[in-house]
């Protein structure tokens, strides 16, 4: 890419890790390589199986624990996210990768896990060739300020308010 942008994805409504993924999906399929930070989700989605099937164009990386944060953040919440962060920042600025995603950072700002201005840092370092997309509810002001592409999704309606639980391959 001759011009990598920053992208927000972000909304209550469904769609946004899905979008992201799209993404991801895409720019494997032009031969991009891809690097997914996943905060706060840990475990064996869907996506994650069908992800390592393009394990030579796609890295995904998850940094959390599973678990729905309710109230403060542990300290081992905090410190897998910090370490995420880190490593996150480590791929940005490698220049092995063409597309970054850091899936539900700002999620993880809402939970604590780091600061807006931590997450802000890691955007000023992105190489200019580089794309870097944020995902999650609830964007900061600052970070929508930064950010050359802001998509919001919306919630109409869904389901789920009908006691519809997720649903493997659809959902999760």
């Given at each position: 890419?001759?011009?990598?942008?920053?992208?927000?994805?972000?909304?209550?409504?469904?769609?946004?890790?899905?979008?992201?993924?799209g993404?991801c999906?895409?720019?494997?399929?032009?031969?991009?390589?891809?690097?997914?930070?996943?905060?706060?989700?840990?475990?064996?989605?869907?996506?994650?199986?069908?992800?390592?099937?393009?394990?030579?164009?796609?890295?995904?990386?998850?940094?959390?624990?599973?678990?729905?944060?309710?109230?403060?953040?542990?300290?081992?919440?905090?410190?897998?996210?910090?370490?995420?962060?880190?490593?996150?920042?480590?791929?940005?600025?490698?220049g092995?990768?063409?597309?970054?995603?850091?899936?539900?950072?700002?999620?993880?700002?809402?939970?604590?896990?780091?600061?807006?201005?931590?997450?802000?840092?890691?955007?000023?370092?992105?190489?200019?060739?580089?794309?870097?997309?944020?995902?999650?509810?609830?964007?900061?002001?600052?970070?929508?300020?930064?950010?050359?592409?802001?998509?919001?999704?919306?919630?109409?309606?869904?389901y789920?308010?009908?006691?519809?639980?997720?649903?493997?391959?659809?959902?999760?």
């Open positions: 890419m001759k011009k990598g942008y920053v992208q927000v994805y972000t909304g209550n409504g469904k769609g946004k890790t899905t979008a992201a993924l993404l999906l895409r720019a494997a399929g032009a031969g991009l390589r891809v690097y997914i930070a996943q905060f706060i989700k840990m475990g064996e989605y869907s996506e994650i199986k069908a992800l390592r099937r393009f394990d030579d164009l796609i890295t995904v990386q998850q940094y959390g624990l599973g678990r729905f944060i309710k109230g403060k953040a542990s300290k081992e919440d905090v410190e897998t996210a910090q370490n995420g962060l880190k490593e996150a920042r480590a791929a940005l600025i490698s092995d990768y063409d597309l970054v995603v850091l899936e539900e950072a700002n999620v993880a700002v809402t939970c604590e896990l780091f600061t807006i201005d931590e997450l802000l840092s890691v955007v000023g370092l992105k190489p200019d060739t580089t794309e870097l997309l944020i995902t999650g509810r609830g964007a900061h002001e600052k970070l929508m300020e930064v950010a050359d592409l802001v998509t919001e999704m919306r919630e109409i309606k869904h789920y308010k009908h006691g519809v639980q997720a649903r493997v391959g659809i959902e999760k």
